[in-house]
């Protein structure tokens, strides 16, 4: 079964890599490409904390940037060992000219990858680049 979100995940990266290379992201692109609500859902292979059991998480919610480097969100997840949990925080991010967002939650050393498409109106969400106990992250975010 792992194989097939490895495969989906692949898929994915490679999408997010066409759409960035094709010239569809509709850049160039700043900070202030983000402002505003987007309602987001992705999904999530993580490491539960009684390793190595994978939990399967389905996650969705909003987030509101500033056009200035921050922002908050709040987000409902559901999983298949830890159960649903409710979340509220906030962030940083930058943007690149490319439309390559990092986002960062407050807590956290790693960010989360985004690509903005759609003159910033959509945001293709990778977050594998989190830590090792996030093993597949994908979603995307509209406003």
């Known amino acids: 079964m792992f194989e097939?979100?490895?495969s989906k995940a692949i898929i994915f990266s490679l999408a997010l890599s066409v759409l960035?290379?094709?010239g569809c992201?509709?850049?160039?692109y700043s900070t202030s490409s983000l402002r505003g609500e987007y309602?987001?859902?992705l999904v999530q292979l993580r490491i539960d904390e009684t390793a190595p059991n994978v939990d399967y998480?389905?996650?969705h919610g909003t987030i509101t940037f500033d056009?200035?480097?921050g922002g908050v969100g709040n987000g409902t997840r559901k999983c298949s060992l830890t159960g649903n949990a409710t979340e509220a925080g906030s962030f940083t991010y930058t943007v690149d000219a490319d439309g390559v967002a990092l986002i960062t939650e407050v807590g956290e050393t790693e960010a989360t990858r985004g690509q903005l498409v759609k003159?910033?109106?959509i945001i293709l969400i990778d977050g594998?680049?989190?830590s090792p106990g996030i093993l597949i992250m994908h979603g995307v975010a509209a406003k």
């Open 67 to 69: 056009g200035a480097g």
């Open 20 to 22: 960035a290379l094709s």
């Open 4 to 6: 097939i979100y490895r």
């Open 119 to 121: 003159r910033g109106r």
């Open 57 to 59: 998480c389905d996650e």
């Open 25 to 28: 992201a509709g850049g160039p």
């Open 39 to 41: 309602h987001y859902n």
């Open 128 to 130: 594998t680049t989190r």
